[in-house]
């Protein structure tokens, strides 16, 4: 079972969701065979899958809810806290990923649907948008954030990191010099903000 398991892991991470799925499906595991399902855009066995699995499986019940959200609906039953925290992030990643990206615009679009869920769903989108180039989209949503959560250390990271690819490095600066002040020893900004003054240095020789 434990070369089963990694051989359909290994298919869904070339993307060989129909491979995948065969073998999930014997195993039995209905959560993934319901998320192959899904990225072969068959919604229909997607849910019969996640219903098979929702008695047991809290990913299988954010699935069913994403279901929902990705034709903009609000879901009979909201996904939780800690669901939204584990899976938001990911499904944007994966419909991205897949082309699939209407379904990634409605995703981000229910976000105030899924604040309610969650309030830091703002910066998880956030970082799935940083992660797939969108930087002002990603900018966007980290202003959101911190209307909220105004001492948000990574929200200010990212934003820093998406001025400093969108070349305002004297916002990027004052972002990055934001987190210092109220973290001083997290590491990922200690790093950047390395980079960052190297960065200013040399526009400043050249």
Known sequence: MTLQIKTAKDYFYNK????????FDNL???????????????EKKAKEYWLKAKGYSPAANWGLAALSLINLKIPKKMPSFFQTRANLEIY????????????????VSMCDTLHQANPESY???A?????NGYFDLAITFCRKT????????????????CYFLI????????????VNAMVDDYYPAILFKQI???????????
């Open 16 to 23: 060989n969701y129909q491979e995948a799925l065969i073998i």
């Open 28 to 42: 039995k595991d209905y959560y993934s065979s319901g998320l192959c399902a899904l990225l072969l855009k068959d």
């Open 92 to 107: 944007i990643n994966l419909f991205i990923e897949n082309g699939l990206i209407e379904w990634a615009q409605n995703l």
């Open 123 to 125: 910066k998880f989108i």
């Open 127 to 131: 970082r799935a948008l940083y992660s």
């Open 146 to 161: 911190l209307r909220l959560f105004y001492c948000d250390p990574e929200a200010f990271l990212i934003l820093s990191q």
């Open 167 to 178: 070349g305002d490095l004297g916002e990027a600066l004052d972002c990055i010099n934001r």
């Open 196 to 206: 960052l003054k190297e960065e200013i240095q040399k526009k400043h020789n050249s």
